[in-house]
């Protein structure tokens, strides 16, 4: 299969677009794979659409080998099943909503959970059906508060998800045992660097739930893994583990001090250094103090409206929003403000302790090694004052552990080996027991072997499609442009004949011909009045993995074989065919 | 490839759907392919999907091969360029529109001429470029007023769109004929029965247009073929041959006699016949009266408003509203109503004729048929009176001829051969040469070999991908299910056990092997507790062109091999693949 350059409906740029920032972003639009023609909607042009089937064809392929069943639902759907779960509303404003002519609410599909369990509760009814996977590779659409990034966050993606439905806590296991090894095979096979990583169900509740994040600097979520291999997780997804409870029989009682003007962790802990003030026996360190910070708790699940809280985590520590987010979903918070410490006599602000949060019957909700027993300096609800010697459990309860302090590297990774790292990376899928939110609230009911009706147990997994071709140029690049693995490449081989005469021009057609009979997919450079220059550039800048060039040692027999992103060869060009046939292969 | 119907996600039906009036939208609803999701729209369920990718397969090839390049625009599109052609608005009701978040008005793409040309624009600037031919295989929207039909007549679709851009009218002619070679290709190896109609280039303005209609009682369009052959029509684009005038000298004087009570053209050939009248020397017919209708012309191009005026048939044939349309645009009509009578005086109903029309200086319409010298009995603009022997071209002068009477059954084909034969159609594709209407409209300009600035012309063709699954259904179905042809089948075989015993099943599982090993794509109802006639009826209703069944006989080494709509053979069970081979090959 030959294309020719002087045909191909492409125009490579010189210039980066103005609105790019990241380099897929960048390389995708110069090199003429992708267009945009509205924010966070994008044209594929003929060498991305290439690309983006052959990223299809492999995820269908391994869904099919794991026994998936490809249907394919409208991305244009009806408000009623989406009222039914709520998500209607509860989606806000990145659902794309319409009206027909008739006036009939519409929506463009974001994800298809409703769809896809009415058609198993209309289709199937006995036990015997059952399990099912169910998969679609869509079009679809989420309106993005900030589209970003070209096809990497977009309004309209490809997505490729899939559900599958057990009558059994064990067949979800195995089904979702099963996606996660579909999607190692995936992603090896497009040939992303990536970890599986823990990761937390969120507002979709269920149990089990892992995402498989590619490595890159430009991405939007940070992950831990461990040095010692064995443990990848989103940090949201961390759980610090817990030290063993001290006694507290026998230990001194805490005391007020003046901490005159130590209204932040430096300042007490310089001024406990010059006071000589122990903790359990020990110089007192950042990491001994606690810090008490108030927020402000909305829970859906409450009638009241949102109310005061404290967050507790060692003094020596950051919170993460995010994690704390995580932990406390589906309910909400924000920093209290000024306004909630003028409103609160007992919010003195500086010295905020956690003693006068259990006094008003307020949650005080801490980072695990806040354990029992534990000793700390913490403000003692008073204008420049401490307690010094506040013991966890004695002088203060906490009410619910929460992951609330920032995760850094160096911190021991939590099945015991080895210490974290942290890294940036891109969300290429997510898999997730989903457990029976969807078939209870849409009413699934089947007949088990019993004969009584029972509800089926949902797995969920997603695959950002079209998302994938970012990913895989974010990590396969360099200045001068893409760099394909050979399975995703829009063309196996470009040939670019630089010399211009005749004969190199009909010898390049002889050698795109064998390449074709050979069965590689040919880009052919054969534009007459481009200079060698320009070609080579463009050459560099589209990535095929390999490139054939005819060039001043082609009078003599010879041809350069350059390896995109790595050697470059000379080659009889009598045996160029079979040696890239061979790369290709091996 | 073996799918196994005791894991496929399917459930036929035995009763048609309540809203179901044409074959195929009972027939791929009760098989299972589709299922209906909203008013309009529908989901691909897996055996559906399969055939539709293979419907899409066979135009891809053929796209390709005519060296077409496949992109993708989104379906999700921006205001602006469908604003500069004036479609945002002159589309109506039929456009899909939204808001995004931040109240930006987008559509969902009915079709994309803005998209192509802009792409061409954007990225092309030299005739050296050209010619190109781009194309796309996408989900289209179009909220039509009357959805129906399933899947023939959906708001969302799969469309083949593509669009060839030339530098010269020669070049727009071969690009033409290419598509049009293209199209029999496809339409060919689907196995459809069509014609190639002229048909008229409606709203979208161009010259050359051709409408591929498959032949379909349920057909919402009516053409005319040539009982002699080489030439078919869509009846809006059929042009009656018009007769040689006659000369006007020395023929007898028009003259105005009572008719009480003939006002219609009945009553008027009963007048004319009792009183002798004779017309060219012929006794009266309905062919020598005139029937003169009164309309009211809205011409956008004009901006006094709508106008009257007179159309003017032959007495014997009935008036086409859709060919009088077709005739007219972009102007549009209606009949004049009571009112208009009422407030023009020398309307007078059942008795108007040509000559008030011309003493008011209002248009006159006329079949061409009523060529100069033709004499006619027509109404005289009095109550009760008629002219008879009044001559077109002496007596009254016709401004325009149109197309504005019926077709019929047996009338002369315009080429002069045969006689003309009707029947109805469902469009299939359409091609025709736009010319440069888009170009001019987003001011594509291209510099030419002499170094000016020039403006391509465009080729405008479209397939209707989705609904060519259901015209392949209207065509090809019993009353017991569907007949899928070999090449778009969802699988080539269908094998069922009838026979329960476990021998005959392992021999099933045996030759489904054999299938798959050979190449072909096999159903296998190997479902243990459905018995023998369910089976057989849901192959019958599922339509795989070749149904192996393991039965009575099996046991005496024979299987018995039907051919779908056809004969039924028996075959020894080992040659039962080598067999199903040569008929799929054949």
Redo the contacts between chains.
Sequence with gaps: MITRLS?????TLREDPADAEVPSHRLLVRA?YV?R??PG??????LG?RT?RKIETIVREEMDAM?A??????????REPYEATNRWTEYG??L???K??KG?D?L?GPTHEE?FTT?VK???SSYKDFP?T?YQIQ?K?R?E?RPRAGILRG??FVMKDSYSFDMTDEGLDESYAKHRAAYQRIFDRVGIRYEICKATSGAMGGSASEEFLAYSDNGEDTFVVSTAGGFAANVEAVITPAPDPLPIEGRPEAEVRDTPGAATIEALVEWANEQGVLVDAHAATAADTLKCMVIKVDDPREEDGPRLAAVLIPGDRELDVKRLEASLEPATFELAGEEDFASHDFLVKGYVGPRSFNAHELPVYADPRVVEGTAWIAGADEPERHVVGLIAGRDFTVDRFVEAAEIREGDPAPHGNGTLTRARGIELGHIFQLGRKYTEAMDVQILDEGGKRAVPTMGSYGIGVSRMMAVVAEQRHDDKGLIWPVEIAPYQVHVAVANKDAAALEAGERIVTEFSNAGLEVLFDDRPKVSPGVKFKDAELLGMPFIVILGRSFADGIVELRIRGGETLEVPAGEVVAKVRELVNS
Tied chains: 1, 2.
């Design positions: 045909e191909l409906f492409l125009r003429g267009r023609a509205a909607v994008y044209t594929w042009l003929p659409l983006l026994g069943q490809e249907l394919l639902f409208p991305a244009l759907l009806p404003d990145d794309f909503r319409l027909d002519r009939a519409m463009l769809m058609a209309n289709m199937f099912v169910l079009t659409y309106d508060a309004r309209e």
